[in-house]
């Protein structure tokens, strides 16, 4: 055994920091290695010898946005701003939605209230794949399919079933508060938007986060949407289609890269409001 | 209440989940449907450009085209000059690049949101056929597209209809949907080709890899039918796999010569995807490998003046030399049975798959012509992929009426011989694997 205790701390600590280091590694090869292989200039698709490509460029990034060296039908630039589209009207109408309905489980009392609680529980255990096809017809019927709106209307309508982690944190917040308010005479909507909504930064911004990055990651229900439009691809199923097999030689590198690309605003969007994300979701917690 | 609660949503759920399906179905019999209305003009055509009578009331015509991407930019020209033929119409084509790979696909997901006309290769024929969303030739064309193309693709085409007939259901686009040997020709000589050891041992030689993708049963069938175990279509269930009589110790022989081979050119012989061969040109890692018709002009960009073709080689078994026996298919156009506008996809699926457009292809895109007269053109005869596509495809079994079950066991198969752990001197072992293979590609397993 050893004895000093400073010396069994420094062993116990370098133990765990080695054990942290190798999942770090584990964890961030993926990615290091989709950074650098975007910006390898030989080959054609996968290099299977080596992992360091042996020269750098910056072309696969020109091509990916200048569309050059390809077919007409992989146009990055169009998908990426279809989804920035698809990711900003979806982020604000689910926000609201999402708010509005934790809001009313939260702070209002009518019947049914545990019903309808319970029944949105119930339908957010569904996977989401399930009702897709009931989606695509019905989408179909209202000649819907292939267009962003379609899209905007999938992320966003059902957002209001993710109330709990919301609900959570709006339970939190003491009632004294709306009491007081509703002694000064303001309304619930009032309530809603003057008191409690500016003292729920944290949630708000966790709901904005979550409902922003959907888009950027849905892949099969866009898919389905999309069919064979490929001006409205999103880049989830623009950047599949570059691996399939009509694409797949021109297109590897500039898939890397494109994938990527696709991570810089949600990065920035997570920078920018990370503050209050960590406490939002601690915050939401709580009480659940 | 919960409980109850929750059987409700999900019956609710599951009834709107039928109801998808149930529009799918609805739309398919709709559209076999109105098949039969094409075909009301049958008097016959004796070129890929018709009369206007055969439109039939059809004007303000909206049609969607499916082409692989290669082939966007030529098909959109090539529907310039039908819109010039036919200019007492109005057209609104328009031409969306879509894998032929995933064409049936597509089409059996919503067949009316699918293209109206649109390229497919011929194994996915039955599967179309069953589905009843394709249009079979329209009547009048018939005669004619049968005496313009090569008879393998007519008969690949045509399979029995509902009512037992045999119907021509696909405008044959081209004949070369099949694989041969590219290589290096610094490394590989036109003489080493021919054989399969020849190759290898040019390829160590040069340190350079040979890449054939044992692990998928389209490429990974060769063993099997190299031994011998070739297809031969159905049963007459319609599902099940025929294989022709062969001689069982002559194919594990031969199988068994293929694991000696590959274990003796371990690090030479490399079962990668097709798509490593162009990779490998560029990078100057490949010699040699087997790959599609399809990647041809990649596989060209990357080797330039170095690019060789040939068919596939022999291999030698107990002193024969055998020639390797591969897949061979055609691709086709084919026709929507729900397109809004029937007639006017039959006349545009007959004019793109003409002698003009065929030929054109062929000059743009390298792809081999089905049409008898293209064939016999000197851009084909004197393409040296086009010749080993040519030769390759007489060493081949038809790829029509496969097995949905005859891939996933053939990529078994060609795994286990590539695999390090396999021992080919193992007889037994062979003959097991052939047979378990066989076994189930027939589902008897």
Not at chain 1, 225 to 246: C, E
Not at chain 2, 49 to 58: C, N, P, R
Not at chain 2, 319 to 327: F, P, T
């Amino acid at each position: 055994m050893i004895k000093s205790y400073k010396l069994r701390r420094h062993v116990a600590n370098g133990l765990i920091y080695l054990i942290l280091a190798i999942l770090g590694i584990i964890w961030i090869s993926p990615f290091v290695y989709l950074v650098m292989h975007s910006f390898r200039a030989e080959g054609l698709i996968a290099v299977d010898d080596y992992l360091i490509p042996h020269e750098w460029t910056l072309q696969n990034y020109i091509d990916l946005f200048t569309g050059a060296g390809g077919n007409a039908s992989i146009n990055f630039p169009r998908w990426f701003l279809n989804t920035f589209v698809v990711a900003i009207f979806s982020c604000i109408i689910s926000t609201v939605s999402v708010l509005m309905v934790s809001y009313a489980f939260s702070r209002l009392r009518f019947k049914s209230r545990k019903k309808f609680m319970n029944v949105g529980m119930i339908l957010g255990m569904f996977p989401g794949f399930m009702t897709m096809i009931a989606i695509y017809y019905l989408l179909k019927a209202m000649n819907l399919t292939g267009t962003l709106v379609a899209l905007v209307i999938c992320y966003s309508c059902g957002a209001g079933l993710g109330f709990q982690i919301s609900k959570g944190f709006f339970d939190t917040i003491p009632r004294a508060l709306d009491e007081a308010a509703t002694i000064d005479g303001a309304t619930k909507n009032q309530i809603f938007w003057k008191i409690i909504l500016p003292m729920s930064k944290p949630i708000v911004v966790y709901t904005v986060l979550t409902s922003f990055i959907g888009p950027w990651t849905d892949f099969i229900l866009a898919k389905i949407i999309m069919g064979d439009n490929l001006d409205n691809y999103t880049v989830a199923i623009g950047l599949q289609k570059m691996l399939s097999n009509d694409f797949i030689n021109t297109y590897y590198k500039q898939f890397l890269a494109g994938s990527v690309v696709v991570a810089v605003p949600i990065t920035l969007l997570f920078l920018k409001m990370q503050k209050y994300y960590v406490e939002g979701v601690t915050a939401g917690g709580v009480k659940g | 209440m919960k409980k109850i609660l929750a059987i409700l949503m999900a019956g609710v759920l599951t009834a709107t989940a039928f109801a998808g399906c149930g529009g799918e179905t609805s739309n398919a019999s709709s559209g076999s449907s109105s098949n039969s209305g094409s075909s009301s003009n049958a008097t016959g055509v004796n070129s890929s450009t018709v009369d206007y009578a055969y439109f039939g009331e059809e004007d303000n015509v909206k049609l969607k085209v499916w082409a692989p991407d290669a082939a966007v930019n030529l098909v959109k020209k090539q529907i310039e000059e039908f819109k010039k033929t036919y200019s007492e119409k109005t057209f609104d084509i328009t031409v969306v690049a879509q894998g032929e790979s995933d064409a049936a696909t597509q089409m059996l997901n919503d067949a009316s949101a699918a293209a109206d006309v649109f390229s497919f290769p011929s194994d996915q024929l039955n599967k179309l056929v069953d589905a009843g969303v394709i249009a079979p030739v329209a009547k009048g064309f018939k005669d004619y597209v049968t005496s313009e193309n090569s008879e393998d693709t007519i008969k690949a085409g045509t399979l029995k209809n509902s009512d037992g007939e045999d119907t021509l259901y696909a405008y044959p686009e081209t004949n070369d949907n099949g694989y041969y040997m590219v290589y290096d020709n610094t490394v590989v000589t036109e003489e080493d080709a021919k054989t399969l050891e020849g190759t290898l041992a040019a390829c160590k030689k040069a340190g350079k890899k040979f890449i054939f993708d044992a692990g998928d049963g389209f490429y990974a069938c060769t063993f099997a039918f190299t031994a011998g175990a070739k297809i031969d279509g159905l049963e007459d269930d319609g599902i099940t796999q025929k294989f022709v009589e062969y001689d069982e110790d002559e194919a594990v022989k031969t199988l068994q010569a293929f694991a000696k081979l590959i274990k003796e050119y371990k690090g030479t012989f490399t079962s990668l995807n097709v798509k490593n061969v162009a990779s490998g040109f560029k990078n100057g890692t490949c010699g040699a490998g087997i790959d599609g018709s399809w990647d041809t002009k990649v596989n060209q960009d990357s080797l330039g003046d170095k690019f060789g073709a040939a068919k596939l080689p022999t291999i030698n078994v107990d002193g024969e030399d055998k020639q390797l026996i591969s897949m061979f298919g055609y691709k086709y156009i084919g026709v929507n049975g729900s397109s809004k506008y029937p007639n006017s996809a039959q006349i545009l699926a007959l004019y793109l798959s003409g002698e003009e457009c065929q030929k054109q292809r062929t000059e743009e895109l390298g792809w081999g012509p089905s049409n008898l007269n293209v064939q016999k053109d000197k851009i084909v005869t004197e393409s040296a992929v086009l010749n080993a596509i040519k030769d390759q495809s007489q060493n081949s079994c038809t790829q029509v009426n496969i097995a949905s079950t005859f891939w996933t066991p053939m990529g078994n198969l060609g795994n286990k011989l590539v695999a390090d752990e396999w021992n080919p001197d193992d007889a037994d072992a062979t003959r097991k694997l052939l047979k378990d293979t066989i076994a189930n590609v027939r589902d008897e397993g």
